[in-house]
């Protein structure tokens, strides 16, 4: 989230488009209501169900799963030609002016520079046009044909309502009544708030889904401001604090990059990574990265990591591939390339895609560890359950180690929540049998393996044995310690920089935040976007203070939001050029003359000039991409494309499947299904009643949900004679399931591209653990494919069959 | 004096005479007394426990039964049995039961009935018109009363029909039920106010002149058909 | 002292309370006749459902079974939402899950109702019990179940114009939402309205819960529902449940909420007439025999009738032994 939950409140519009708030946020969704019942906020929601969210919209307009750019770029479209566009925010605070090279394009449904073969572009045109200086060359007046502003204009044009019409499905009045409503929100005192989830990530072009609300959102002028933002709703209570803390394989902590093969050296790795501004007197803060990647490498290997061996860099991994992303990870394991797996808090049987190829990746294991304070069925792949979990037992040799461990309520320690909030808990109960926290458990692997390393060396011992583990208990660091170790702290006296006689840190003391980290050694910090956190005023994250002056929703006082405990990112761009804000009413920070300064923790230097430095200081130009540069591999302009399996061909480019540039293995890309053989287009959702896969084992919630289910039209009901209530089979090219059938008028069959497609919604909380019935989930059926970015994978579209059935059959009960 | 064949009738037979003196007649076998006893008995209960649910007043009955959960599961399973002990009676009972033109008659003149004044009336068989009213008044309250309460019975089909048909069946229950208390009064006191008459339900037997005063056509029936036992 | 809570949000203003709701706060006590006035009176309180403002996440249902204690059955999936089908002596209340095209914009409305017990002011169920005491009313308005004094006779069902009470086939009594009147009598408001993430429950009291029913009334009726309204049904004397329906002037549409509830003439009848009339009738019966017995006279034999009956049946011995003999 750029904003908070709580500010929420403060808007005139939500869209929701690409989640269902209502259903899988409920909690968050109460400030929606607050917006909707005390500021007269409208709702809006664009799905292919007709939801519970929809159930309280003002407005709901239907769209074929996996359409979402083509509807986005339709209403940007409305927007620009109707002028209803923030045009002070776009020209200042966007690249708007930005000349781009001459060479780029797009067409076919392509941008320039498509390698068939390779799967990839070669992005070298998809750039700026550079002065001497290195700086990129703009023209503020927007006149250029080369400026991204008219190359945007020039790419949106085919995305008229009618076509919009065809690759969605939408009724044309209702597309125009979303975007009217829409574009209203370009008035600087009129605001939007974008709310999504899985809805758009879950995609092979989920980031170009994002992508294209964001750059809505900036040229309405609803970035930075009050109850504006794109707002992505984190699907667990901690799912935020996993990228954060980098828990990718392609990352570190705080959003610093793992090496690639190429980063021979830390001065080759850090060569690619100083962004320098690309305009004068630009902030780009990203020149700070040195300090932040010393101070981690310092919290890792403490005195062995050194200057003179360039902070141990040579003991972090290096990536051969873009990243071992879960969908590689099984790949590599279905090829017998794996032989351990330690899944801890997950349960991919039935979270990622294509369960017959997971569940046969698990059956080559020599080894899976699962630490889980629930019965998974990854833990259980192996036990036969008839129709429900049909394997061989007998054929499998994976030893399975079921290691409990505690659930959120019975330890201590910081959940970061969607709007970056480090919220502190304390235990509310006890460890329940031999249930362990995971930090001990991690510990206890950690320092048996390190003395089989100490006993018996080993290829590359140094960065096991080097490891900083400065713990009270080693046997099981405490949450404060590991907290405190993330904020990081001096390791020598620091001495202020504008005053060399005087001590800013002393040795062994707190930062007090990231802005205290050097690049010398003399500072460690584990994650440097989360320091602050717990600093020497103590643990910030464990402030309850709820004062909100002036109810602007900001609560500087209650936990710790990350960076700097700012609520609201870059919101200096909620004020104008000359630093007031847009919409009085809605101020968060204003320039008084000296300093920046108001509700919020200013997203910029307190005494940085409002004409000088833009608000998006985390980008080289200090102002926000309607064009994305090379930065993104499938374009730098968001541009319709099918899902992988779709009913419908690309209307740009009828023989393209799927996102050009996403990664597809050999043996997943013979396991994708046609529209002839699988004509109905199916999409995976969460329902309010169920989390994920844990609360089938509570049995309230099992009773308010008891049984799997899908659900269909009755128009297709009508066709494929299926009764409501009774069952079905389901199945797609990768697999099949049997689910009861839930006949609904909230979905309607869509008319694309001159043909009608049928939805058919496959809810994901059944397995066959647990005290619900037993069940199957979407990921039967899914597609093993990701996103071109990111590696989601693509979820929420893919085609099925569907026909009625009979009751599945659970393995009988032996003697 | 040898037996005639036609006197076959075992002594203490039903609808005998005992030559006495003093003269007896059998008005009820033993079968049909134990039976009218177990419907007497089964209808008093569920009086007694339909009252306690019928009148917050009468609610302390319950007490008879061991507190209103015992009365309320109870009171239909006694319906049961009343039901089918009853229509054991009404099949051995019904065709004396069909009323004739006496019965008009006697009913016509039911204030020489209440004077004591049988002798302007005509005579009678078996049964007056006043204890046929009784024997259909009761069959048919009892089906009403049975079918209503099955609707009415919670605990097995609650929920079989409509809350507004059971709200009816109710009521027609409780109305059926002061009805049938009306008759179970009338047939009591009856039975009290003519004198004699308790012994045919204890005894089995009625005096001669109970029978001569009050059905002399069935008495004259059985003396003429010489169903009357020998002298000892 | 307040003797009442105002809110049932998280955190409410902690206020000494008296605990309240005992015997001596009871204004109707079912089969017992009418209560003397109680020394004291309660300030009525009201729980209000904005239908408009829930998202049917069930929050309410799972609060409600763990402060009740309740075990609702893991049922199967029949084709609905609505989990478990029914209310249940395991469920007192239910999200109701109404699929309604509107006939006017000929848009598609998924209307949700929390079903439970309305609290009525003219409670049918009261009414129609039996049992002395084991359904009671308190001055603020609670309708409650005293289970130690339910017979499970099931009358409050046919007694209730909303069918809600259910009778346990466990242990036979009747259940049904207590407006968690032990919260309430302790300060606090129901399980339903403080887990509600949306305030779509929302609890305090009734005249403040009508303040509030108007502002988001005035809010439907600018967004386009010009039908919006409270549901304080005047039939049953007015409700401590109240819902803010968009389509007020149709509240058959969430599913089967009656349009002008009262309590059931037949009840009424049952209840009143026939039991008054009934009792009468029968008291007058038996006081009227037992009169005429003591002082009418007796239906009596005469001994000259017992003499006749003698004759009679000696002569049909001799008439017999006659035909004997010509035989």
Not at chain 1, 298 to 312: E, P, S, T
Not at chain 1, 313 to 332: G, Q, T
Not at chain 1, 446 to 451: G, I, N, V
Not at chain 1, 645 to 653: D, G, H, K, L, T
């Amino acid at each position: 989230m750029t904003n908070a939950w709580t500010d929420i409140k403060n808007t005139d519009l939500v869209v929701v488009m690409g989640g269902n708030a209502a259903e899988a946020h409920p909690c968050g969704f109460k400030w929606v209501t607050e917006a909707k019942a005390h500021r007269g906020a409208k709702l809006i929601v664009v799905d292919p169900r007709y939801t519970r969210t929809a159930s309280v919209s003002d407005y709901y307009a239907p769209i074929r799963q996996g359409s979402d750019i083509a509807f986005l770029n339709g209403v940007m479209k409305y927007c620009i030609d109707n002028g209803k566009v923030q045009w002070e925010y776009m020209k200042a605070f966007t690249n708007a002016s930005y000349i781009v090279k001459d060479g780029f394009g797009y067409k076919d449904g392509l941008f320039t520079g498509y390698d068939e073969n390779k799967r990839d572009y070669d992005k070298s045109t998809w750039d700026y046009v550079m002065d001497d200086d290195g700086f990129a060359v703009t023209d503020p007046t927007l006149q250029h044909p080369r400026c991204v502003w008219n190359l945007l204009k020039e790419h949106l044009a085919p995305y008229t309502p009618e076509l919009v019409e065809q690759v969605c499905g939408t009724p044309k009045e209702k597309f125009l009544k979303v975007a009217e409503m829409i574009s209203e929100c370009s008035s600087p005192t009129k605001t939007m708030t974008s709310m999504y989830a899985l809805g758009w990530t879950q995609h092979s072009k989920g980031s170009q889904n994002i992508r294209a609300m964001a750059m809505l959102q900036l040229i309405l002028g609803n970035i930075g401001v009050r109850g504006g933002g794109m707002n992505a709703l984190r699907g667990h209570s901690n799912i935020q604090g996993l990228t954060d803390l980098g828990l990718m394989s392609h990352l570190l902590t705080g959003y610093l990059t793992m090496p690639t093969e190429k980063d021979v050296d830390f001065t080759t790795y850090m060569s690619t990574r100083l962004f320098k501004p690309l305009r004068p007197g630009q902030t780009s803060y990203w020149q700070n990265y040195k300090k932040f990647m010393v101070s981690f490498q310092k919290a890792m290997w403490g005195d062995a990591a050194r200057a003179d061996n360039d902070w141990a860099f040579n003991y972090i991994p290096k990536l051969d591939v873009p990243a071992y992303d879960i969908l590689r990870m099984f790949e590599l394991m279905h090829q017998g390339k794996v032989n351990g797996y330690i899944c801890q808090g997950f349960n991919p049987v039935l979270a990622f895609p294509n369960r017959n190829k997971n569940v046969a990746s698990l059956s080559k294991l020599k080894w899976l560890v699962t630490m889980d304070p629930l019965e998974t069925e990854t833990s259980r792949f192996w036990e036969n359950h008839g129709e429900f979990n049909d394997v061989d037992t007998k054929s499998i040799q994976t030893e399975v180690i079921q290691l409990p461990t505690t659930c959120f309520a019975e330890e201590e320690g910081s959940l970061t929540n969607s709007g970056r909030w480090l919220q502190w808990h304390w235990a509310g109960g006890s460890p329940p049998g031999e249930a362990q926290h995971d930090t001990y458990i991690i510990a206890q692997i950690f320092l048996r393996m390190r003395e089989l390393y100490r006993k018996e060396g080993g290829a590359f011992p140094d960065p096991i044995l080097n490891m900083s583990w400065d713990y009270a208990d080693p046997n099981e660091p405490t949450p404060e310690e590991l907290a405190k170790e993330i904020n990081g702290r001096a390791l020598t006296d620091l001495m202020d920089p504008t005053d060399p006689t005087k001590v800013q840190v002393a040795a062994g003391k707190q930062v007090v935040n990231f802005s205290q980290l050097r690049d010398d050694g003399s500072t460690m910090a584990g994650c440097w976007i989360y320091s602050g956190a717990f600093n020497e005023q103590g643990n910030n994250m464990a402030r309850r203070d709820n004062h909100d002056p002036d109810e602007t929703g900001a609560y500087l006082g209650w936990t710790f939001a990350w960076p700097l405990n700012r609520r609201t990112l870059y919101n200096r761009a909620s004020a104008d050029l000359n630093g007031k804000a847009w919409d009085p009413t809605r101020k968060i920070i204003e320039w008084d003359g000296t300093k920046w300064s108001g509700y919020d923790v200013p997203d910029i230097a307190p005494n940085a000039k409002p004409q000088d430095v833009g608000p998006f200081i985390m980008n080289q130009e200090g102002v926000s991409r309607l064009f994305a540069r090379g930065m993104m591999r499938d374009g730098p302009f968001p541009a319709h494309m099918e899902p992988f399996e779709s009913p419908v061909e690309n209307v740009f480019n009828r023989k393209m499947r799927g996102n050009p540039v996403a990664r597809v293995f050999k043996t997943d890309a013979d396991q994708l299904g046609t529209s002839d053989e699988f004509p109905y287009a199916a999409t995976s959702y969460r329902l309010t009643e169920h989390f994920h896969y844990w609360t089938k084992h509570n049995r309230v919630n099992s009773a308010l949900q008891p049984e799997f289910f899908v659900e269909i039209s009755e128009e297709l009901a009508k066709e494929k004679k299926i009764e409501n209530g009774g069952w079905v089979r389901v199945w797609s090219k990768r697999g099949s399931v049997k689910a009861k059938a839930l006949v609904t008028k909230r979905i309607r069959p869509l008319i694309c591209d001159g043909k009608p497609v049928h939805i058919v919604g496959i809810p994901l909380h059944w397995g066959f653990t647990g005290s619900a019935k037993k069940g199957f989930g979407p990921n039967s059926l899914a597609a093993f494919v990701g996103d071109a970015n990111i590696e989601t994978p693509e979820s929420k579209a893919f085609l099925v069959n569907i026909e009625p059935s009979t009751a599945p059959k659970d393995k009988e009960a032996s003697v | 004096m040898s037996a005639s064949p036609k006197v076959a009738a075992k002594i203490g037979g039903e609808d005998t005479i005992h030559r006495g003196p003093p003269v007896e007649v059998v008005r009820y076998g033993p079968g049909k007394r134990i039976n009218h006893w177990v419907t007497a008995i089964s209808l008093i209960l569920l009086l007694i426990s339909g009252l306690a649910m019928f009148h917050p007043s009468l609610f302390f009955l319950t007490e008879l039964f061991g507190g209103g959960q015992n009365t309320r599961w109870i009171h239909p399973w006694i319906g049961v049995v009343l039901f089918f002990s009853f229509f054991i009676l009404f099949a051995q009972l019904w065709k004396l039961n069909i009323p004739n033109r006496d019965d008009v008659k006697w009913a016509s003149q039911i204030g020489d009935v209440i004077n004591g004044h049988e002798e302007r009336l005509p005579e009678l068989g078996k049964y007056n018109a006043g204890q046929k009213f009784i024997f259909w008044g009761m069959a048919s309250l009892i089906i009403v009363l049975i079918s209503t309460g099955i609707i009415a019975w919670e605990q097995y089909f609650g929920h079989l029909t409509s809350i507004p048909t059971q709200r009816i069946a109710l009521l027609i229950h409780s109305l059926a039920a002061v009805a049938i208390i009306l008759i179970f009064i009338l047939h009591v006191y009856a039975a009290i106010w003519t004198r004699g008459t308790i012994s045919a339900m204890t005894r089995g037997t009625v005096t001669g002149g109970w029978a001569w005063r009050h059905h002399r056509k069935w008495f004259k029936d059985m003396a003429g058909r010489g169903k009357i036992d020998p002298a000892e | 002292m307040m003797d009442s809570p105002r809110t049932a949000v998280s955190n409410p203003p902690v206020q000494p309370m008296e605990t309240n709701l005992t015997a001596k706060d009871m204004i109707k006590r079912s089969a017992s006749g009418d209560l003397p006035a109680p020394e004291r009176q309660l300030t009525p309180v009201a729980k209000l459902i904005d239908v408009s403002k829930c998202i049917g996440c069930k929050a309410c249902q799972s609060a409600c079974i763990e402060w009740n204690d309740t075990n609702p059955e893991v049922g199967e999936n029949i084709g609905v939402y609505t989990n478990p089908h029914d209310l249940s002596e395991n469920m007192f209340t239910l999200m109701r899950f109404t699929e309604w095209v509107n006939p006017e914009t000929d848009n598609l409305e998924w209307l949700i109702r929390k079903d439970g017990c309305m609290h009525c002011s003219d409670p049918g169920c009261l009414k129609a019990c039996p049992s002395p005491g084991a359904i009671v009313q308190y001055s603020n308005g609670i309708v409650d179940f005293i289970h130690e004094n339910c017979i499970g006779c099931g009358y409050c069902v046919k007694g209730c114009p909303f069918n809600i009470p259910r009778i346990s086939k466990a242990d036979h009594r009747a259940y049904k939402c207590t407006l968690c009147s032990d919260r309430v009598a302790m300060g606090q408001g129901p399980a339903c309205a403080k887990a509600c993430p949306t305030q779509a429950i929302v609890f305090g009291t009734k005249e403040d819960m009508k303040k509030h029913a108007e502002e988001r009334i005035a809010d439907l009726k600018s967004r386009g529902y010009a039908n919006a309204g409270l549901y304080d049904p005047p039939g049953v004397g007015g409700t401590h449940v109240m819902y803010v329906l968009h389509h007020n002037d149709k509240p058959h549409i969430y599913a089967d909420l009656p349009d002008n509830p009262s309590i059931s003439a037949v009840v009424q009848t049952w209840k009143g007439a026939t039991k008054y009339a009934g009792l009468a009738v029968m008291g007058l019966a038996a006081a009227g025999t037992i009169l005429h017995g003591l002082f009418g006279k007796a239906n009596r034999v005469s001994k000259h009738e017992e003499q006749e009956a003698q004759e009679a049946v000696e002569e049909a011995v001799d008439h017999a032994d006659k035909r004997a003999e010509d035989a």
